[in-house]
Each structure stands twice: as C-alpha cells, then as structure tokens.
C-alpha cells in the first residue's frame, strides 16, 4: 500500500478508537516536529501496520505528528520531502486528531522516536504507558528496560536507527508480494508487483532518507555522522536505485538541496513563527526553559522586527517560560556554518541558573560574546541576557539542552 492509503486507514482507526473507546497502537516523535521525528514516525507505523500481523488482527500503528496541524505550514521542507511520497501535510495525523475527549490511559499504548521521554500534557496522561523507543538523544532513564524496541544510542539522525531496526522486516515485506504467486505461473502480476511495490517501497525510503540527510548536510557532517547513518543510507539508496521509476532519476545531491533550500527559506514566516517553528520545552523543578532552533543568524531575525527585544520577551512570557533560548546554525557571510545562543531569564533564579550553565558550559560550547549583540533591554520581566557566538560548531541542541537543564536542577559549580 502507498503511504497515503496508510494515512487514511489510520486516521479512520483513529476516528474509530475515539469513538468506540478502542484500543490503539500509537507511534510519535518530539514536539519540536521536525523533519527527522516526523518521517520516523510516519516511517515506523508504516512498516509496522505493514505487517501480516497486523493486517490479520486489522490494527495499525497510528503516527502522530506531535503538533496541531495550524503549523504544519511553518515548515516547508515537510511540504517539499511528502511531495516525494504523494502525500499531503494535511493528510498527516496530527494532536488535534486525538480529539478533545483523549482517549484513556488504558486504552493506549506508545512508542517514542527521536526523543525518550514524554513531555506536556500528553506526557502527564499517557506516559505510563510508553512501550517502546527509538532515540538519539541522552538517555533519560524515563522509559523501562524491558521496552521493546528500546534503542537510544547517538547517531546522526534517528531515522537512522528507525530504518536499521526495521529494515529485515520491511525486507521480508518486499519477498512475502513475490513469494504468494510462486509456482502459480503469474510472471506478468509478479512484474506489475514489482513495479508498484517498488515504487511504494522508493517512496518510503526518500522520506527517511530526506530526514538523514538533513541531519547530517549531506552526510558531510563527519562530526554528527555514524554507521548507523551511513547503513542505512547504503540500504535506503538501494531500495530507490531498485526503483524502475524512482532510480532512473535519483542524485543525492540534487534530493538534499532541494529540500534543504525549503528549510532554509524562513522569509516569508514572521518572527513569532520562525521561533515556534522548531521549538522544544522542557522543566525541571519549577523552572520551565524553552529552546528555538532557527536556520539564520540572530541579526536576520532583528530584521524581522522593529522591536526584536520585545518580540522574544513576549514569546516567552506567553510560553509561561523561566529561560528561553534562540540557538542559530546558518551559513556566515564568508560562507561558513556559525552558531548563536541569545539567552534570557525571567527571575532571579533562573538568573542563577543560567550563571550556572555558563560556568559549567561555557568552556565546553566554547562561548564567546557576539561582536553585533542583540540589545535585549533588561528591565522588569527580564533578569539575564546574553548574546554569545558559539565557537564549538558540533554542540547542537542536543548538547546544549542538558547542559541547561543540568543547570536549573543546581548541578555543576555554584555561583
């Protein structure tokens, strides 16, 4: 079957679980929704519900995209990678199909990809009822040892880890099509099935592939690269070559940049939705720090406003957010990759914690005051600001994240 016809099963299950108060088999990934948890999501319930299992028992592996569906338009290279799949971001699964009566705890059972702990109001209902994950981020011991999968190992990208752990099954899905007209002398119907399992099959592979290789900018980035990433991207490249009608035109470099050129072509979004765009949340205590990953220098993002500082407190303030930061990878004006952190704090300890992060971090991210700082304006509803240049180029969000989350749990030196 298509991804599509996959999605529209899904969604009626779904439906019908709400309904019905029925059981359901569900797979999602981060909040910040970006193309890596997504396509791992779609991914893995794909192959799953793929199964002879599931289609005797009829129950899918619902993939939820962790984000209402109003912002689904924030991000254009989804657009441009489902293109590749003939599928529509509107006809993925999103929160807002979970319906308004959630189904019970009981009635559900959830496996995470590209991140190993539920967090928000899903996470408060249905953690107890994590099953199964698939990450690449620092283990939070959140989810038991008996869970099955329960891969989290640093890799590149998790797409990575979704397709090794699934790529003998979805194998034995490709031979069960030519092995059931075996002996029946139906040589043209196994041609006709090869040709439209393989493009199914080409299909599903550029959407993960896609996800890898935005990961790892062409898997050029010998830093964030594994073996993970690059098995699976020998085996996802052979499933689209085998393609009669994907291969013939496949070129890595040509897939990459065009979805990379989506991606990086925030212009039209206004501040506020370039900072949701690809956001994650997370507290510790009674301390709650958001963290925006953006695609452009901290200089393009004041352009966008005519009073940046106020923008970004109101941001925060409307997330309820002790600290926020912006990180930002782009490509300077000498053509080199660069990164920022703009950091702010709200009260005073916050402030502390953000001392904190910096004198256990700040050596390590190899942080550096920014020659054109930002002027956030400290006054009343803000404590701390500061703008840095982040001289370590392999520290992404992945890093930076449990360091400050270390930091507001009062770990490391005290200030």
Same mark, same amino acid.
């Given at each position: 079957?298509? *991804?599509?016809?996959?999605?529209?099963?899904?969604?009626?299950?779904?439906?019908?679980?709400?309904?019905?108060?029925?059981?359901?088999?569900?797979?999602?990934?981060?909040? &910040?929704?970006?193309?890596?948890?997504?396509?791992?999501?779609?991914?893995?319930?794909?192959?799953?519900?793929?199964?002879?299992?599931?289609?005797?028992?009829?129950?899918?592996?619902? /993939?939820?995209?962790?984000?209402?569906?109003?912002?689904?338009?924030?991000? /254009?290279? @989804?657009?441009?990678?489902?293109?590749?799949?003939?599928?529509?971001?509107?006809?993925?699964?999103?929160?807002?199909?979970?319906?308004?009566? /959630?189904?019970?705890?009981?009635?559900?059972?959830?496996?995470?990809?590209?991140?190993?702990?539920?967090?928000?109001?899903?996470?408060?209902?249905?953690?107890?009822? +994590?099953?199964?994950?698939?990450?690449?981020?620092?283990?939070?011991?959140?989810?038991?040892?008996?869970?099955?999968?329960?891969? =989290?190992?640093?890799?590149?990208?998790?797409?990575?880890?979704?397709?090794?752990? @699934?790529?003998?099954?979805?194998?034995?899905?490709?031979?069960?099509?030519?092995?059931?007209? +075996?002996?029946?002398?139906?040589?043209?119907?196994?041609?006709?099935?090869?040709?439209?399992? &393989?493009?199914?099959?080409?299909?599903?592979?550029?959407?993960?592939?896609?996800?890898?290789?935005?990961?790892?900018?062409?898997?050029?980035?010998?830093?964030?690269?594994?073996?993970?990433?690059?098995?699976? +991207?020998?085996?996802?490249?052979?499933? =689209?070559?085998?393609?009669?009608?994907?291969?013939?035109?496949?070129?890595?470099?040509? %897939?990459?940049?065009?979805?990379?050129?989506?991606?990086?072509?925030?212009?039209?979004?206004? @501040?506020?939705?370039?900072?949701?765009?690809?956001?994650?949340?997370?507290?510790?205590?009674?301390?709650?720090?958001?963290?925006?990953? +953006? *695609?452009?220098?901290?200089?393009?993002?004041?352009?966008?406003?005519?009073?940046?500082?106020?923008?970004?407190?109101?941001?925060?303030?409307?997330?309820?957010?002790?600290?926020?930061?912006?990180?930002?990878?782009?490509?300077?004006? &000498?053509?080199?990759?660069?990164?920022?952190? @703009?950091?702010?704090? &709200?009260?005073?300890?916050?402030?502390?914690?953000?001392?904190? %992060?910096?004198?256990?971090?700040?050596?390590?991210?190899?942080?550096?005051?920014?020659?054109?700082?930002?002027?956030?304006?400290?006054?009343?509803?803000?404590r701390y600001q500061h703008h840095w240049a982040q001289k370590n180029l392999d520290a992404s969000r992945k890093r930076v994240a449990p360091l400050l989350r270390e930091a507001m749990a009062g770990k490391g030196a005290n200030i």
């Amino acid at each position: 079957m298509t *991804v599509r016809t996959f999605l529209v099963a899904a969604k009626r299950q779904l439906q019908n679980s709400i309904r019905d108060k029925t059981f359901t088999s569900f797979v999602i990934g981060n909040e &910040s929704a970006d193309l890596d948890s997504i396509t791992c999501a779609l991914v893995y319930g794909y192959i799953q519900s793929s199964k002879s299992e599931a289609k005797k028992t009829g129950r899918l592996v619902v /993939p939820v995209t962790n984000i209402p569906a109003s912002d689904l338009p924030l991000r /254009p290279e @989804l657009t441009a990678l489902l293109r590749h799949a003939g599928i529509l971001p509107s006809e993925l699964i999103t929160l807002d199909d979970l319906g308004t009566d /959630p189904l019970p705890q009981d009635k559900t059972e959830w496996t995470l990809v590209d991140h190993n702990a539920m967090q928000g109001k899903l996470g408060e209902r249905y953690s107890s009822r +994590v099953v199964g994950v698939i990450d690449h981020h620092d283990d939070e011991k959140k989810v038991s040892k008996d869970a099955e999968p329960r891969v =989290i190992e640093k890799t590149g990208s998790c797409s990575s880890h979704v397709m090794n752990y @699934l790529g003998e099954t979805w194998q034995s899905l490709g031979s069960m099509v030519s092995q059931s007209h +075996v002996g029946w002398g139906q040589e043209d119907v196994l041609i006709d099935d090869f040709h439209y399992v &393989s493009t199914w099959d080409g299909q599903v592979a550029k959407l993960a592939l896609g996800a890898i290789l935005i990961d790892t900018i062409n898997m050029k980035a010998e830093h964030k690269i594994t073996d993970h990433d690059r098995k699976a +991207v020998r085996y996802l490249e052979a499933k =689209i070559n085998i393609s009669p009608k994907l291969g013939k035109d496949y070129d890595r470099d040509r %897939f990459f940049n065009e979805i990379n050129d989506a991606k990086s072509n925030i212009d039209d979004l206004s @501040l506020e939705d370039v900072l949701r765009k690809d956001y994650k949340e997370w507290k510790e205590g009674d301390l709650t720090l958001g963290i925006a990953s +953006v *695609v452009q220098s901290v200089k393009y993002l004041q352009g966008k406003e005519k009073d940046f500082a106020a923008a970004v407190k109101q941001f925060a303030q409307k997330k309820s957010l002790s600290i926020f930061a912006i990180m930002t990878a782009y490509q300077d004006s &000498s053509n080199q990759f660069a990164r920022e952190i @703009l950091l702010i704090a &709200s009260n005073e300890k916050a402030k502390e914690a953000v001392e904190r %992060f910096v004198e256990n971090g700040g050596g390590e991210l190899q942080l550096q005051d920014a020659d054109d700082a930002a002027d956030m304006q400290e006054d009343t509803t803000i404590r701390y600001q500061h703008h840095w240049a982040q001289k370590n180029l392999d520290a992404s969000r992945k890093r930076v994240a449990p360091l400050l989350r270390e930091a507001m749990a009062g770990k490391g030196a005290n200030i």
